[in-house]
């Protein structure tokens, strides 16, 4: 029960916070008001399932049901207390403890004798107290008598006479005559002992005949879905439209490897089960096989189920029961359904926003949707849902209007100046800030690269008309410096200028790679590799004879490069390094173009199937390109504690 009473306990901790205004910024307010909206539908939830009476199976034991679930502390403790008692006999046995107290033993000469009794879940422990009582913790305060197996017991009840009173008697089956008559202080202490015990032997059958009885109700008022005619996300699963990967099942959720459109909506949102990964992996690439718009289309009419048909060998059967099935349909079918469809919209504003700043029509179709569920009051639940969505939605465009400065923990490193003219070239200016600088710039355009943009970018045509604006910017600024350092380095008036140029470039590569700048690394590197560069034999030569130094430095920034051995060392450093970090897009974007155009989009071509809504689409590759993707995201969270300094960027 602990991490159920975990969520009453953060929900009326997110109350407080509102209640007693302990937060400062309205944002924060908003965030932590749709948190507790959404803790309080859970809330709701666990309340309204334990108020059914068929969820209750022990409602009468429950007292008993909450002794038995104290923790594993508790029991090692009473182990502790026993002399005698073979601890590792004892934690081989199932010792869920319930119930302890002071009992009477009868003997069969009538004698008594006090037993402190130990009740557990498969067992019954009789101990006796030491005399005199040990003084000082972690003596045993009890002696280890004898030990009887639930299971293999009867329990008798034994009427009162003058010489014994409130007694029962405990008699294993294989040992007829060895029995245990123990007599309780009073009668309520006996009723308490008796209800234990007889509970404990009986719930393993009551818990059998429960499960059989709601198989029984099951199997008369199956689970009815809506007809495959008004309602197309009801087909069922047939080679033709879903095809799962081999292989064992991960997380008890199956792989796609292919399916049709309608089919991946039906398993975004599937009844039976929820898959975060799924939903990830398909906000990511389902632009590659459709649009924003058609897939909101979807996920409304995903969401207005109609109500199913009632058949006739159902109607016609005496254990049917209409109301019975009805409610089956809607809490084990409309409510998961409808709730998952509004989780994936959750996270569809929440991380791919762009989608809707792009197209104000598709923003103000999903604001109606959203504005009518719940109208009448029927389900207020799912209101709160759509309302918290809502609300990210504002909170989304009015960060759109608000320019944030981040802040750091430690200070931005000063300006570092080489020589301080006016004129502001390369070889005027300190290594080190053209370094930071470039840094500065490179880490805008590469944290501007939304998923949009890559998957975009991926599945172009030959005309690349206004595709993917961030890539593209980031691709053309590092195409400009390329071709800006080749230039310098061939426009040098002699051969000594042009071993200085290149020895302060190996510089500029040395303060990337301290920064972790790959992508800067690599410009430098294409245009040291470029035709005209590398034909210049004689400032090779010089290179290494007067500046060996930087001439080595080069071969090892050069052999950690990703062009050197496919990337091998690169991508090793890359996974040792902490942000922030600008790694080398090129390499990610052959990758995507090698899944993208290795690999059939389609399972089945267009011959087998002409028309669009039936063909197979190939998840599995979009699960390797989703894969890249986020790889490349978690570059994109830390920025660089640098400040800009215009003079140089202009």
Same mark, same amino acid.
């Given at each position: 029960?602990?991490?159920?009473?975990?969520?009453?306990?953060?929900?009326?901790?997110?109350?407080?916070?509102?209640?007693?205004?302990?937060?400062?910024?309205?944002?924060?307010? =908003?965030?932590?008001?749709?948190?507790?909206?959404?803790?309080?539908?859970?809330?709701?939830?666990?309340?309204?399932?334990?108020?059914?009476?068929?969820?209750?199976?022990?409602?009468?034991?429950?007292?008993?049901?909450?002794?038995?679930?104290?923790?594993?502390?508790?029991?090692?403790?009473?182990?502790?207390?026993?002399?005698?008692?073979?601890?590792?006999?004892?934690?081989?046995?199932?010792?869920?403890?319930?119930?302890?107290?002071?009992?009477?033993?009868?003997?069969?000469?009538?004698?008594?004798?006090?037993?402190?009794?130990?009740?557990?879940?498969?067992?019954?422990?009789?101990?006796?107290?030491?005399?005199?009582?040990?003084?000082?913790?972690?003596?045993?305060?009890?002696?280890?008598?004898?030990?009887?197996?639930?299971?293999?017991?009867?329990?008798?009840?034994?009427?009162?006479?003058? /010489?014994?009173?409130?007694?029962?008697?405990?008699?294993?089956?294989?040992?007829?005559?060895?029995?245990?008559?123990?007599?309780?202080?009073?009668?309520?202490?006996?009723?308490?002992?008796?209800?234990?015990?007889?509970?404990?032997?009986?719930?393993?059958?009551?818990?059998?005949?429960?499960?059989?009885?709601?198989?029984?109700? /099951?199997?008369?008022?199956?689970?009815?879905?809506?007809?495959?005619?008004?309602?197309?996300?009801?087909?069922?699963?047939?080679?033709?439209?879903?095809?799962?990967?081999?292989? %064992?099942?991960?997380?008890?959720?199956?792989?796609?490897?292919?399916?049709?459109?309608?089919?991946?909506?039906?398993?975004?949102?599937?009844?039976?089960?929820?898959?975060?990964?799924?939903? !990830?992996?398909?906000?990511?690439?389902?632009?590659?096989?459709?649009?924003?718009?058609?897939?909101?289309?979807?996920?409304?009419?995903?969401?207005?189920?109609?109500?199913?048909?009632?058949?006739?060998?159902?109607?016609?059967?005496?254990?049917?029961?209409?109301?019975?099935?009805?409610?089956?349909?809607?809490?084990?079918?409309?409510?998961?359904?409808?709730?998952?469809?509004?989780?994936?919209?959750?996270?569809?504003?929440?991380?791919?926003?762009?989608?809707?700043?792009?197209?104000?029509?598709?923003?103000?179709?999903?604001?109606?949707?959203?504005?009518?569920?719940?109208?009448?009051?029927? /389900?207020?639940?799912?209101?709160?849902?759509?309302?918290?969505?809502?609300?990210?939605?504002?909170? !989304?465009?009015?960060?759109?209007?608000?320019?944030?400065?981040?802040?750091?923990?430690? %200070?931005?490193?000063?300006?570092?100046?080489?020589?301080?003219?006016?004129?502001?070239?390369?070889?005027?200016?300190?290594?080190?800030?053209?370094?930071?600088?470039?840094?500065?710039?490179?880490?805008? @355009?590469?944290?501007? +690269?939304?998923?949009?943009?890559?998957?975009?970018?991926?599945?172009?045509?030959?005309? =690349?008309?206004?595709?993917?604006?961030?890539?593209?910017?980031?691709?053309?600024?590092?195409? !400009?410096?390329?071709?800006?350092?080749?230039?310098? +380095?061939?426009?040098? =008036?002699?051969?000594?200028?042009?071993?200085?140029?290149?020895?302060?470039?190996?510089?500029?590569?040395?303060?990337?790679?301290?920064?972790?700048?790959?992508?800067?690394?690599?410009?430098?590197?294409?245009?040291?590799?470029?035709?005209?560069?590398?034909?210049? !034999?004689?400032?090779?030569?010089?290179?290494?004879?007067?500046?060996?130094?930087?001439?080595?430095?080069?071969?090892?920034?050069?052999?950690?490069?990703?062009?050197?051995?496919?990337?091998?060392?690169?991508?090793?450093?890359?996974?040792?390094?902490?942000?922030?970090?600008?790694?080398?897009?090129?390499?990610?974007?052959? @990758?995507?173009?090698?899944?993208?155009?290795?690999?059939?989009?389609?399972?089945?071509?267009?011959?087998?199937?002409?028309?669009?809504?039936?063909?197979?689409?190939?998840?599995?590759?979009?699960?390797?390109?989703?894969?890249?993707?986020?790889?490349?995201? @978690?570059?994109?969270?830390?920025?660089?504690?640098?400040?800009? =300094?215009?003079?140089?960027?202009?």
């Amino acid at each position: 029960m602990s991490p159920v009473f975990r969520v009453f306990q953060y929900a009326e901790f997110l109350r407080v916070l509102l209640v007693e205004r302990k937060v400062t910024t309205p944002d924060t307010a =908003e965030v932590i008001d749709n948190a507790e909206g959404i803790i309080r539908f859970i809330v709701d939830g666990i309340d309204a399932l334990l108020k059914n009476p068929q969820n209750r199976r022990h409602s009468s034991h429950s007292r008993i049901r909450n002794r038995a679930n104290r923790s594993r502390a508790k029991v090692m403790e009473i182990i502790k207390s026993v002399e005698g008692w073979d601890e590792k006999e004892a934690t081989q046995r199932r010792l869920d403890f319930v119930l302890e107290g002071d009992l009477s033993k009868l003997s069969s000469r009538e004698r008594r004798t006090d037993r402190h009794v130990f009740l557990f879940e498969t067992c019954i422990v009789l101990c006796k107290a030491k005399q005199p009582k040990p003084v000082g913790g972690g003596a045993p305060e009890f002696r280890y008598k004898e030990m009887m197996p639930l299971h293999r017991t009867y329990v008798t009840d034994k009427d009162d006479t003058e /010489d014994q009173k409130f007694a029962f008697e405990l008699q294993p089956r294989d040992q007829p005559n060895m029995h245990q008559v123990l007599c309780a202080r009073s009668a309520d202490d006996k009723n308490l002992w008796l209800g234990s015990l007889i509970m404990l032997q009986t719930r393993g059958v009551l818990d059998r005949l429960l499960e059989k009885t709601l198989e029984d109700e /099951d199997r008369a008022n199956p689970l009815r879905l809506p007809m495959q005619e008004m309602y197309p996300f009801a087909e069922p699963d047939s080679p033709q439209n879903l095809v799962l990967e081999d292989g %064992p099942i991960t997380r008890g959720v199956p792989l796609i490897k292919g399916a049709t459109l309608v089919k991946l909506i039906e398993r975004l949102t599937y009844h039976q089960y929820a898959d975060p990964a799924f939903v !990830k992996t398909f906000l990511i690439t389902f632009r590659s096989f459709t649009t924003p718009l058609r897939l909101l289309e979807l996920l409304i009419d995903r969401f207005n189920i109609p109500p199913p048909t009632e058949q006739a060998e159902m109607m016609h059967s005496d254990d049917f029961n209409p109301a019975v099935s009805a409610k089956r349909f809607r809490k084990e079918y409309c409510q998961p359904v409808q709730f998952r469809v509004l989780n994936v919209m959750r996270h569809w504003v929440d991380n791919h926003f762009p989608d809707f700043e792009c197209d104000t029509d598709l923003l103000q179709h999903l604001k109606h949707f959203l504005s009518k569920i719940g109208d009448g009051g029927r /389900d207020l639940s799912m209101k709160k849902w759509a309302d918290s969505i809502a609300k990210i939605i504002q909170r !989304k465009e009015r960060k759109a209007e608000i320019v944030r400065e981040m802040t750091f923990q430690t %200070p931005r490193p000063e300006i570092e100046w080489h020589l301080r003219n006016e004129d502001y070239e390369l070889m005027t200016l300190h290594p080190r800030e053209i370094a930071r600088q470039l840094t500065l710039i490179e880490s805008e @355009q590469f944290r501007a +690269i939304k998923a949009s943009d890559l998957i975009e970018w991926n599945n172009k045509d030959q005309s =690349e008309n206004c595709c993917s604006p961030n890539l593209q910017k980031c691709i053309r600024f590092s195409n !400009k410096i390329t071709d800006y350092i080749q230039k310098y +380095i061939l426009m040098t =008036e002699n051969l000594e200028e042009r071993v200085a140029v290149v020895s302060r470039l190996v510089d500029i590569m040395s303060e990337f790679e301290k920064l972790n700048n790959f992508n800067g690394l690599m410009e430098i590197h294409a245009a040291l590799q470029s035709s005209g560069v590398h034909r210049l !034999k004689e400032t090779k030569d010089l290179l290494v004879s007067k500046f060996a130094p930087n001439s080595r430095l080069l071969d090892k920034l050069v052999e950690e490069s990703p062009s050197h051995n496919h990337g091998k060392n690169y991508f090793a450093k890359l996974r040792r390094i902490n942000p922030p970090c600008i790694p080398f897009v090129g390499q990610y974007l052959s @990758q995507l173009h090698f899944f993208e155009k290795g690999n059939a989009s389609f399972l089945n071509g267009t011959e087998d199937c002409p028309l669009v809504d039936q063909r197979l689409i190939n998840f599995g590759q979009r699960r390797r390109i989703a894969d890249i993707v986020t790889e490349i995201q @978690q570059y994109q969270n830390q920025p660089y504690c640098l400040d800009v =300094e215009p003079k140089i960027r202009v």
